[in-house]
């Protein structure tokens, strides 16, 4: 499988997100135990070297399945997560802006997961806005624990190009985090400055989330008829693009099944000719 710098490590362009592990909604435990644990092993198993995770997914829960089915941990492992939210007791989705918290989430990222360090943290961005005094006191904590040894690289999740652009002025980022597929190029901009400057960007939501119901990526009818005529699934078709859009795409396809798992794994050896990569590119959002 290709790779790409990330964190000091270099991993393998599919990744891994542990987004879909926990219960319905990401919150609380998963329907079924053995099934997730089952899934991250044979992640692991099929080449798979980087692991996104969030402490606030359960919350607690990814974090503690990754632990139990992986720790410790083979050398290679990306472990990368994100700061900037947290849940509140019934599941909704909290900002967690104030730098104090931000360090004290990125330290119980370390704990929960038995680590020193993580190959890189997300600044995860809840309100947009412009770049301001605290996007750079935030900034600041990021830094910080970047030079104390805790995380092996910055990374910034859900920013505009200036939020880029402006970390950029102070610090190297490695890694971007925005929402991104096939019929949500939103993040274009971001997108092709990462790759102008060899940053990896790792496009979450690449198979249309699983909160949109229907799904509007794997739902597309040129995406299943690609699919049907060449005899993949619709998210293999959708992954296939993606990786193909630029080298330096990392993808963490989220699932909470072994099967899916492997379907999406196996995009490594699926190469799209040009008129195909044409009709996906021409899918309007
Ligand atoms: N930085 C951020 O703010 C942020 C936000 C959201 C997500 N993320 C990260 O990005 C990762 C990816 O995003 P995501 O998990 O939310 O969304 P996603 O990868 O776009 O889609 C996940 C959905 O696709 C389904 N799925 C996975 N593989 C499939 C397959 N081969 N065939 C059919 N359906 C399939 C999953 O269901 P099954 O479980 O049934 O397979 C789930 O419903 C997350 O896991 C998380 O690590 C980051």
Not at 94 to 110: F, I, K, M, S
Not at 140 to 155: F, K, P, Q, T, W
């Amino acid at each position: 499988m290709d790779s790409f710098p990330l964190g000091g490590l270099s991993v393998a362009r599919i990744g891994f997100g542990a987004m879909q592990l926990p219960g319905p909604g990401v919150f609380g435990p998963p329907r079924d135990h053995d099934e997730a644990v089952a899934v991250l092993r044979r992640a692991v198993e099929l080449g798979v070297d980087h692991i996104d995770t969030a402490q606030f997914y359960g919350p607690d829960i990814a974090n503690e399945l990754i632990r139990e089915a992986l720790h410790p941990y083979p050398e290679n492992l990306a472990l990368v997560s994100k700061v900037g939210g947290r849940r509140d007791e019934t599941g909704g989705w909290l900002a967690v802006p104030d730098p104090a918290d931000l360090r004290r989430d990125l330290e119980a990222n370390l704990r929960t997961l038995g680590v020193d360090q993580l190959a890189a943290v997300n600044l995860r961005l809840m309100d947009g806005g412009a770049p301001d005094q605290l996007f750079d006191d935030q900034l600041s904590v990021m830094i910080d624990a970047r030079d104390e040894g805790l995380i092996g690289g910055i990374g910034l999740s859900s920013i505009s190009r200036e939020h880029l652009l402006h970390a950029l002025g102070r610090t190297d980022i490695v890694c971007v985090q925005n929402a991104f597929n096939l019929v949500d190029r939103s993040s274009a901009a971001v997108l092709d400055e990462c790759t102008a400057r060899g940053i990896a960007f790792v496009p979450f939501f690449p198979l249309g989330a699983s909160f949109s119901h229907p799904n509007p990526v794997l739902g597309n009818h040129v995406v299943q008829s690609i699919a049907e005529g060449l005899g993949h699934t619709p998210a293999q078709v959708v992954l296939a693009w993606t990786l193909s859009v630029a080298p330096n795409v990392l993808l963490i396809p989220g699932t909470s099944s072994v099967r899916h798992l492997e379907e999406n794994v196996a995009v490594a050896s699926i190469e799209l000719d040009d008129d195909t990569r044409e009709q996906l590119n021409a899918v309007a959002g």
